[in-house]
């Protein structure tokens, strides 16, 4: 009878110090995290719930799972291709091609689709699979992204479930006719004169009021459409901000239009914030072609600077740029050494996305000096770093931008495609890169000062965590009154306040 009592008792004590202790015993959030920071399981728990600040490198057909391109497909009676990457067309369904509506209720189907559409079946026992594989995706489903707005709700949702405030989309928003617009710039790009381009393309019209008015409305419906879909639920409350992007693997002309426009819409309109490239960069186009895209930026962003009609509108124009996301054996050891250096100096890139190849770079220790001067901001892809480049643990390059003093931010770059999430991305950041919870803070923290969110920051003296004089005493009218202006500082106190109440936890 004792010993059954004694067992019982063993038991108890037992679950005590395996659920109590984590749970409830430890004082302070750092040492709970540091309990918990071996066990993937509890981490995720607390990296779940942790405030996250902003995603600031994600793209939004990216960012979607297979299964809502799925959805949407079928809603609008499109096809599948089954024998070529499930790639989806317009109806009515050719023969050899199924309706997307079936794949709904068929489980071959269903399955066939999402692996084709992302990266689900890991085969990256060949070097190039990853990469390929994730970059064939967008070709296959694209044609389904067709509802914008249901897109964005999506995204709203996502990030409010694990505590993201802020999401900067990158997106496509194009007038229709640009293909056709841009070969008028086709001959004066090809000759080296980008002035004479740029008013090839506003003579043929690419920058007229219908032409501007084009990429506002897709983006005015697509916000619309979102907000009914969200009314006040869940995801109403995350804040957004949109990145045109160019396609870099594009013919130049084409390319130069693609920017050309994306700096005279995020100029004029506030829900576009800035400008990046896309596509992969290891591609022949794109490395060929990688100093002329600096090129055309340089020229874009000294035209704002210098064109009195446009002057007032230049820092409207902010700049990001995918660059350095490569590595060794993907391309000649030649062009590892100069992507992220021509970015900053000719592209005049505020943040760098990826920046994989910088001990590459040539004098890599100056090149960080800069970047740590200037306020440069690396946007740190864990998994997508992992799944198209193979590039992790110890060969990745967080830890040498963190102890060079460069604000890191993480970001999920395409979360449906690599099917994780923004939590993923904190998780591996403490499992793989070893980060502490000071280090995942600072991140949270630097994705919404290093945004491109309107209005002024929070922060007096951001290093030393100094508020403005008006928020000094708390949330009074004076500190009210600045937030209400100052989108970006709001966002800011928000997270401020969502710490404490995390923190207060422990
Ligand atoms: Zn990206």
């Known amino acids: 009878m004792i010993r059954k009592h004694m067992h019982a008792l063993l038991v108890i004590l037992l679950f005590v110090a395996v659920t109590g202790c984590t749970a409830a015993k430890i004082k302070g959030t750092s040492a709970y995290f540091d309990a918990v920071k071996d066990d993937p399981v509890r981490l995720r728990i607390f990296l779940t719930d942790m405030p996250k600040g902003g995603d600031i490198h994600n793209h939004l057909s990216g960012m979607i799972y297979a299964e809502d391109f799925l959805k949407m497909a079928a809603a609008k009676g499109m096809c599948l291709d089954t024998a070529n990457g499930y790639t989806v067309s317009d109806g009515p369904c050719k023969e050899g091609r199924v309706t997307a509506e079936k794949a709904l209720r068929d489980t071959a189907l269903w399955n066939g689709t999402i692996n084709a559409w992302s990266t689900r079946e890991d085969r990256r026992d060949s070097f190039m699979w990853g990469h390929d594989q994730f970059f064939a995706t967008f070709f296959r489903f694209g044609a389904a992204g067709w509802d914008k707005g249901y897109m964005l709700a999506e995204a709203a949702k996502q990030a409010n479930r694990e ?116 596509a992969p960069e290891d591609d022949p186009v794109s490395m060929q072609d990688y100093k002329l895209h600096m090129d055309m930026l340089d020229f874009l962003y000294r035209l704002y600077r210098s064109d009195p009609a446009k002057q007032a509108l230049a820092e409207n124009v902010n700049i990001s740029l995918h660059a350095g996301e490569l590595t060794m054996g993907m391309v000649k050891p030649e062009g590892l050494t100069d992507h992220i250096r021509l970015a900053i100096e000719k592209g005049h890139a505020q943040r760098i996305g990826h920046g994989i190849d910088i001990s590459y770079e040539k004098d890599p220790y100056g090149l960080l000096r800069t970047m740590r001067e200037k306020g440069i901001a690396i946007e740190i892809q864990l998994t997508s770093n992992d799944v198209i480049l193979r590039v992790s643990g110890n060969r990745h390059p967080l830890k040498l931008y963190m102890s060079e003093g460069v604000p890191f931010a993480l970001g999920s770059d395409d979360m449906g495609v690599a099917r994780t999430d923004m939590t993923t991305e904190y998780l591996r950041a403490v499992l793989d890169q070893g980060l502490g919870y000071d280090d995942l803070k600072a991140s949270a923290r630097n994705s919404l000062e290093y945004s491109f969110m309107p209005g002024d920051s929070l922060w007096a003296d951001y290093g030393a965590k100094t508020v403005i004089p008006q928020c000094d005493a708390g949330e009074t009218e004076e500190c009210t009154a600045f937030l209400n202006v100052n989108e970006k500082a709001a966002v800011q106190w928000k997270l401020e306040q969502e710490f404490k109440v995390f923190e207060r936890r422990w």
């Open 163 to 278: 505590n993201v405030q802020y999401l900067e989309l990158m997106l496509s928003i194009f007038p229709n006719d640009l293909w056709s617009l841009s070969g008028a710039a086709a001959q004066a790009v090809a000759d080296g004169d980008l002035a004479v381009a740029y008013a090839d393309l506003e003579k043929a019209g690419l920058f007229d009021a219908a032409h501007m008015d084009e990429g506002r409305t897709l983006l005015a419906d697509a916000e619309l459409r979102r907000d009914q879909l969200l009314g006040s639920g869940p995801g109403s409350e995350v804040r957004m901000r949109f990145v045109n992007h160019a396609i870099r693997t594009l013919p130049p002309h084409v390319v130069f239009a693609m920017l050309s426009y994306s700096f005279a819409l995020a100029a004029e309109e506030p829900r576009m914030v800035g400008v990046n490239l896309v």
